[in-house]
């Protein structure tokens, strides 16, 4: 049932982000022109991705929440791979060392994603578990927040999944806006 699900949602939603996407490239200039801030909106890649999020949200709504306890995560582990193999593949290794200013940008944007999840930790009084668990869960995801979590307690391994999930949910738009940050820092 969980394999049915998954297969059916990330289909409707391949389908419909290409449907999307061709609409949106063919009614809007803004979106056609690969120089605009709105080009990503012509991507049927990206809006596969955003519709599978909506759909998996919306599914937790439901009944389907109750496959938890099946083994279902073990499953989504899977999943996780193949979508990072399938993202990994998009790139182009041989363009990273052409402008390494860009490769300085992302170790300060780390450093500073360091010390911001410091400081709130900090004004907040959080535990140091919300801490790494927190970090794991926006820059590794599902794949390893869990795992990180589990190494303070294995009651806390579901904390770390919803951590991770609501990383997921947050980082889409976290990613857009750093995708277009990074266009600015290019130019500079």
């Known amino acids: 049932i969980m394999l049915f699900l998954a297969f059916t949602s990330v289909g409707a939603a391949h389908f419909f982000g290409d449907s999307l996407s061709d609409f949106l490239t063919g009614s809007f200039e803004s979106v056609r022109d690969p120089k605009s801030f709105l080009s990503f909106l012509g991507s049927g890649f990206f809006w596969m991705v955003v519709l599978a999020t909506l759909a998996g949200i919306g599914l937790s ?66 535990p140091y578990f919300f801490l790494a668990v927190g970090s794991q869960a926006n820059v590794g995801g599902a794949a390893s927040a869990p795992v990180v979590a589990a190494e303070f307690h294995p ?34």
């Not at 193999?85 to 390494?100: F, H, R, Y």
């Not at 919803?162 to 940050?181: D, E, M, P, S």
């Open 61 to 126: 709504f439901t009944k389907a929440k109750n496959y938890e306890g099946t083994g279902s995560s073990k499953i989504v582990g899977v999943f996780i791979y193949i979508m990072v193999a399938t993202i990994g593949m998009k790139m182009d290794l041989s363009q990273v060392l052409e402008n390494p200013g860009l490769i300085a940008i992302g170790f300060i944007w780390i450093a500073i994603h360091g010390a911001l999840l410091i400081l709130v930790a900090k004004l907040i009084k959080a």
């Open 155 to 188: 009651s806390l391994t579901s904390v770390g999944v919803l951590l991770a999930v609501l990383g997921y949910v947050v980082g889409t738009g976290g990613a857009l806006l750093c995708a277009y940050l990074m266009a600015i820092a290019s130019k500079v």
